[in-house]
Every structure is written in structure tokens, then in C-alpha cells.
């Protein structure tokens, strides 16, 4: 039976159930991201200050009221879908005013808040396209591969959901490195890959099940080549070395086991692929024309 880098212990999570994805990005920043309140100080009661209704909403009501109605509704009572209706009155009835700026990156937050991710990621792109020079528009990119992020799926479905999270965030990193939302940005990016080295795995175990080691050594080389950074690495190594001493090519056994042993020289895994590599008859050793040699020597591990 097959095992998974979940088997050696609890460093890393289950590959099939990514739910440790960590969502403390968009969500709890709102006040650091726009001086949303500050209009509110001085006033003796927010509920006196807010006490028109929806029906209230016409084109003589001034922005700044429509806008702080969205604040208060999405702040003090909890309900983003109604504060969305105030941030797009806004933008309906002062399209071209700084509130309506301010508006539309609250309306994507507040679609966020509600799991509308699609329509999260609408109205950033919109602002992100609208407002470059924007002090906030790196928090509006982070916003859309934060959409994208929380809908990853199962490594046994497609992950093309994932690959758009991490190009959005990555454009983060690209465009605003010295923001606030780099750093999450890279951690999700972080996930994300493990994602899909994880999602490779399954297919290369797969694969070795069914006796279809080529198969197999093709999935195993995307991790090793793709994702070295990730905690599938080590098991992929050992999986490379399993397939080429089933199939009788002992170089690359060797070669595969020594890099293993160089690079993670502790790891459970290397015991595995020593034990299979002197169980042929052999020793690890590091061919330098191999593939994967010359993969750990680009990134610098080698």
C-alpha cells in the first residue's frame, strides 16, 4: 500500500482535505485599509445618524451619507449584502466622486464578507482597472487571489482554481512588493503550490498502482522539478527511485536516492530509498548528467 507524506507525521496537512488554508487576509482589515469611520467621530449616535431606510435612497441623498449607511451596516449591524446595496448607490448616483472609489473597493469587500466570490472578483478587476495610482489597489489585487484562494478544491478535482489564486497573488508580489499584503500573498502562494504538488502526487501514486511506472515517474518529475519547495519533494524522490529500480534503470535509482540523501539527509524518506537502492545491490550515487541533478542545481539545493 502506498503511502503519503501525511504518513510521516503531522508536519505537513492531508493533501485531500486542504481546509487549513488560512483566510485571515481580507477578512478583519477593513479599518486599516480605508479611514472608513472617521467621518463617524463627534456623532452622539450612529443609530440617529443612519436612521433612513432603503426607501430613503434617491438622488438627493449626498454620498457621503450612502457610503457611511454601507460602513455602518457592514460594521455595527453584520449585514454585508445590505451594505452592498449603499456602495453600489453610490457609484449609481456619484459615479465619478472620491466616494465612489471608495465604494467599489467596499463593495468587492463586502462580497467577499458574503462568499460572492465572483462578484468579489468583479469589482476588484473594476477597481484594480479603474484606479491604479490608488493607495488601496494593492488590496484590491489581494483581493481577488483571496476569492480565488478560498475556493481551491479537493486535490482530487481540477485545480485550475488554484492556479488563478496564485497568479493573482503572485501579481501582487510583482507590482506591490513593499505592501502590506506581499507577505500573506506569499504564504498563500505557499499553500496553493503544496496544493498542487499534492494534486500531482495522487495522480504519480496512482499511476504506481497500476504498475504504470512511466506514468508515474512523469508526475513524480513535475514535483521534483516544479515544486522542490514544497513537503512532497522528499517522498517524490524516494517514489522516483521505487519506479527506476522496478524498472531496472539503476542510475537513475542511484541518482534519485542520493539527492535525497544530500538535500534531506534526515528525512524518513531517505532510509527508504537507501534500504531499496542496497536492496538491488547498489549504493546511492549521483549521476551529474541526470535530470535530477541538474533540477536540485538550478534552484540551488544540489
Not at 131 to 149: E, F
Request: charged share 25%; glycine share 8%; aromatic share 10%.
Amino acid at each position: 500500500m502506498i503511502r503519503n507524506s501525511s504518513d510521516r507525521g503531522s508536519s505537513g496537512r492531508s493533501s485531500r482535505h486542504p481546509q487549513r488554508r488560512e483566510r485571515g487576509g481580507p477578512r478583519g482589515r477593513l479599518l486599516a485599509i480605508l479611514p472608513l469611520l472617521i467621518l463617524l467621530a463627534g456623532c452622539s449616535s450612529l443609530s440617529n445618524l443612519f436612521g433612513s431606510n432603503d426607501d430613503d435612497m434617491g438622488p438627493e441623498l449626498p454620498a457621503d451619507k450612502l457610503y457611511n449607511e454601507g460602513v455602518y451596516l457592514l460594521n455595527e449591524k453584520g449585514s454585508a449584502k445590505e451594505a452592498v446595496k449603499k456602495f453600489e448607490e453610490v457609484d449609481r448616483q456619484h459615479p465619478y466622486s472620491d466616494w465612489a472609489r471608495k465604494s467599489l473597493l467596499m463593495t468587492a469587500y463586502s462580497y467577499y464578507e458574503t462568499k460572492q466570490y465572483e462578484e468579489a472578483i468583479g469589482a476588484a478587476k473594476r477597481y484594480v482597472s479603474m484606479h491604479p495610482g490608488s493607495p488601496d489597489v494593492a488590496y484590491a489585487q489581494y483581493l481577488i487571489g483571496a476569492s480565488h484562494y478560498d475556493q481551491i478544491p479537493d486535490v482530487t478535482r481540477d485545480q485550475t482554481r488554484t492556479e488563478r489564486a496564485i497568479q493573482a497573488l503572485e501579481e501582487v508580489i510583482r507590482k506591490y512588493p513593499t505592501s502590506e499584503y506581499a507577505q500573506q500573498a506569499r504564504k498563500k502562494i505557499e499553500v496553493g503550490r503544496d496544493h498542487l504538488a499534492a494534486k500531482e502526487m495522487a495522480v504519480a501514486r496512482y499511476y504506481m498502482e497500476k504498475k504504470n511506472f512511466i506514468g508515474a515517474i512523469n508526475r513524480f518529475k513535475v514535483v521534483v522539478t516544479q515544486y522542490q519547495t514544497t513537503r512532497h519533494v522528499e517522498e517524490a524522490l524516494m517514489r522516483l527511485t521505487e519506479c527506476y529500480m522496478m524498472l531496472g534503470i539503476a542510475n537513475e535509482a542511484q541518482t534519485a536516492a542520493a539527492v535525497l540523501g544530500h538535500n534531506f539527509p534526515d528525512s524518513p524518506w531517505y532510509k527508504d530509498a537507501y534500504r531499496l537502492v542496497k536492496g538491488g545491490g547498489f549504493e546511492p550515487s549521483e549521476n551529474k548528467g541526470s535530470w535530477i541533478s541538474r533540477a536540485f542545481k538550478k534552484v540551488g539545493l544540489g
